[in-house]
């Protein structure tokens, strides 16, 4: 799972970098995902080089990911209602961030949530 993190980090990453620089580089809080990123990137390179504390660091990183749902939900709304009803939103940029950013995250608590369950069974 330390591995898909870091994978994780670097996708948010480019989210983040891409949003930046498609909003021509004067909206820095289009970096957000890329600071989500860096935090799984820390997460996974934590959970690889101490063993010992991996549970723990993926608990407390699958937390970060929900939030990270929780705060970009509203970009993946907006997406869907611009490709059914044709509604284009206000910051078309910031809306594809913000849905690419709760999919990842999304994927990753799933992936993260099978993890945990095969660790328990293998116990």
Same mark, same amino acid.
């Given at each position: &799972? %330390?591995? @898909? ?5 670097? +996708?948010?990453?480019?989210? !983040?970098?891409?949003?930046? #620089? ?10 957000? %995902?890329?600071?989500?990123?860096? #935090?799984?990137? +820390?997460? !996974?390179v934590v ?6 504390? /991996?549970?723990? $660091? &993926?608990? $407390?990183? $699958? ?7 929780f705060g970009?939900?509203g970009g993946?709304? /907006?997406?869907?209602?611009?490709? @059914?009803?044709?509604?284009? %939103?206000?910051? %078309? ?6 849905? #690419? ?7 990753? @608590?799933?992936?993260? $949530?099978?993890?945990? @369950?095969?660790? /328990?069974?293998? /116990?």
């Amino acid at each position: &799972m %330390p591995i @898909i993190t870091m994978l994780t980090g670097v +996708l948010l990453a480019l989210i !983040g970098v891409g949003g930046y #620089l498609a909003t021509g580089q004067t909206h820095l809080t289009a970096l957000i %995902p890329a600071a989500f990123g860096l #935090l799984f990137v +820390l997460a !996974g390179v934590v959970a690889r080089t101490w063993p010992g504390s /991996r549970k723990h $660091v &993926m608990h $407390v990183i $699958v937390s970060v990911a929900l939030l990270a749902v929780f705060g970009t939900v509203g970009g993946l709304f /907006r997406l869907v209602n611009w490709g @059914i009803a044709g509604v284009a %939103p206000e910051r %078309p940029a910031a809306a594809i961030a913000q849905g #690419l950013t709760a999919v990842v995250c999304a994927v990753f @608590i799933g992936l993260a $949530v099978r993890s945990f @369950i095969l660790a /328990r069974r293998a /116990r």
